[in-house]
């Protein structure tokens, strides 16, 4: 059931009463689970033939190199490129429905961020130094506490982050991310000061498949469903996730993550 309500006020705004109202959402959480479910099996349907299309595509590219001409080969490279995106896309809807449906099959264990965190970012860093960005990770000297999760969702939570940071930050740019503790939470922060983000895409770019389209960015390619993704592993280990952003600042994403 959800419950919705508000106050019943008179002419001098004093309170009279409530109206309450309660609807019964079983049936849009049956909709919701066929969905995710309709959503998982197409997906996986999908997924087999394109790996076997894009592998055929590399193979004539590969077999044929050098006896095609300038324009055929650049065909079917867009051919290649677009299947392997196709297959990315597959990828991430799949792991959104598991997510969703909660069928996740984490394996929790005490992790160490501050040693997860600087693997991501000595593996990142490559990405970022094709692009003349500094990228570097900042956190206390002293260990702070472990969180238990899966280490392979706050892997594909940072590394999406991070990854955006790079993507969506100008040549030369800095990204720093910055682990620290506040109150019961540890608390991570994606710092870039990159293209940022419009106020009123903020709430926006969490829902599956929105992309914010500007003269910067309609040339990066993405698949939209990153930061779903990552708000919901976030939210599967109880944590927040949320954005402060300007255009032509800069945005930080900043994720708590209850301890122990
Ligand atoms: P993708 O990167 O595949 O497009 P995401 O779900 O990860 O999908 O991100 C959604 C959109 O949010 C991006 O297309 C981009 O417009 C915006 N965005 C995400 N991270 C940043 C960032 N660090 N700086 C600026 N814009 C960002």
Redesign the pocket.
């Known amino acids: 059931f959800m419950a919705r309500g508000r106050p019943v006020l008179g002419e001098r705004k004093e309170c009279l009463g409530a109206v309450v109202t309660i609807v019964d959402i079983t049936n849009m959480k049956v909709l919701d689970r066929l969905k995710s479910e309709f959503v998982a099996k197409v997906s996986h349907e999908l997924r087999s033939p394109l790996s076997t299309i894009h592998e055929q595509l590399a193979l004539v590219l590969n077999d044929l190199m050098g006896q095609l001409s300038e324009s055929d080969e650049h065909l079917l490279s867009r051919a290649k490129e677009k299947t392997q995106g196709l297959i990315s896309t597959i990828g ?1 809807l799949l792991d959104l429905s598991r997510i969703e449906s909660g069928i996740t099959c984490q394996e929790l264990k005490p992790v160490q961020l501050e040693e997860l965190l600087g693997n991501i970012v000595d593996f990142l860093g490559t990405r970022a130094r094709t692009k003349s960005q500094s990228l570097t990770l900042e956190h206390p000297d002293q260990p702070l506490p472990t969180i238990k999760a899966d280490p392979l969702a706050l892997e594909s939570v940072f590394g ?2 991070i ?3 790079i ?3 100008q040549n030369g740019g800095e990204i720093v991310v910055r682990l620290d503790m506040t109150g019961i939470n540890l608390r991570i922060r ?1 710092i ?1 000061n ?4 419009e106020e009123r ?1 903020l709430d926006k ?2 829902d ?1 498949f ?5 003269d910067k ?1 309609r040339f ?11 708000k919901g592993l976030v939210e599967s280990l109880k944590g927040r996730i949320s ?1 402060e ?1 300007a255009p032509e600042k ?2 930080t ?1 900043t994720v708590l993550l209850p301890v122990d």
Do not use: E
């Not at 990159?194 to 983000?197: E, L, R």
């Not at 929105?210 to 500007?214: G, L, Q, W």
């Not at 990066?220 to 990552?230: A, E, H, Y």
């Open positions: 991430d999406n982050l990854a955006n940071a993507n969506y930050t994606v870039d990159g293209f940022g983000i895409y770019i969490f599956r929105f992309r914010v389209k500007t960015t990066i390619t993405g698949t939209g469903l990153g930061l779903p993704i990552v954005v952003s800069g945005s994403f």
